[in-house]
């Protein structure tokens, strides 16, 4: 079983940007995929992006569209998601999740971390 641990959320302006990352404990971390999902306020929890165990394949949501950039560090147990030129509409709770295949579905992820606010003002 692993444990995840997401940091870096925070009050930025439009067209700012911001690193989260997730550190993982227990379990194999280079065995997972590693995801990252967002749920703002009344709306369903949604894909933000995936990376496979060695970080040669990912993948990203349809509103990504460039401005994302998901990578991971096997030896220091850690995925970040760099985010440029954010938006209002990008505000939302931050998870990061871990599971075994590069889908956008968040009940294909098995482990969850708790979850860092990220908040945009306009």
């Known amino acids: 079983q692993v444990q995840l641990v997401e940091s870096g959320g925070g009050l930025v302006q439009a067209g700012d940007f911001l690193r989260l990352s997730c550190a993982a404990s227990g379990g194999t971390f280079s065995s997972y995929v590693m995801g990252w999902f967002r749920q703002a306020p009344g709306k369903d929890r949604e894909f933000v992006a995936a990376i496979n165990w060695s970080g040669g394949s990912t993948s990203y949501g349809n509103f990504v569209k460039g401005r994302f950039t998901i990578s991971r560090d096997n030896a220091k147990k850690t995925v970040s998601l760099q985010m440029n030129s954010l938006k209002p509409e990008d505000t939302a709770v931050y998870y990061c999740?871990?599971?075994?295949?590069?889908?956008?579905?968040?009940?294909?992820?098995?482990?969850w971390g708790q979850g860092t606010q990220v908040t945009v003002s306009s």
């Open positions: 999740a871990a599971g075994w295949r590069i889908v956008q579905t968040a009940g294909a992820y098995d482990y």
